[in-house]
């Protein structure tokens, strides 16, 4: 999930760079979508440390997507390898079990976009070019 987190947010660099004409308006738009990703992961943080100290009430559902979306956004990739944590988060959440499977299906879907975000900003910068 780090890699290709990283490989997603390099090309939405390079498209960014492609797109826009200014070196002022891609280094602009380059640090809002920082400012976005480092905001989603603040509020993922929040939202799972809530629900971690029994603060947050939420369904089984919103408990699966907000622990998933922590892990595959946030900062608990790597984090579920250690089976002691991972097992706490079976017990907690509802079909925890299943948070490996969903992760390694965003991963996947993450690597598709990154391949086509970089295809399209390949095409763009031979069209400029």
Do not use: C, H
């Amino acid at each position: 999930l780090p890699i290709t987190g990283i490989g997603f947010d390099a090309a939405v660099g390079l498209l960014v760079s492609t797109v826009a004409q200014q070196r002022t308006y891609v280094v602009l738009t380059q640090i809002m979508v920082i400012l976005a990703r480092v905001l989603v992961a603040g509020l993922l943080l929040y939202g799972l440390t809530r629900f971690v100290n029994g603060s947050l009430e939420t369904s089984d559902a919103g408990a699966w997507l907000l622990t998933g979306g922590f892990a595959a956004l946030g900062d608990w990739g790597l984090r579920f390898l250690n089976l002691g944590f991972y097992g706490e988060i079976w017990a907690t959440v509802s079909y925890g079990v299943f948070l490996g499977l969903g992760l390694l299906v965003f991963a996947m879907v993450e690597a598709a976009l990154t391949d086509g975000i970089l295809a399209l900003a390949a095409r763009r910068a031979q069209k400029k070019g």
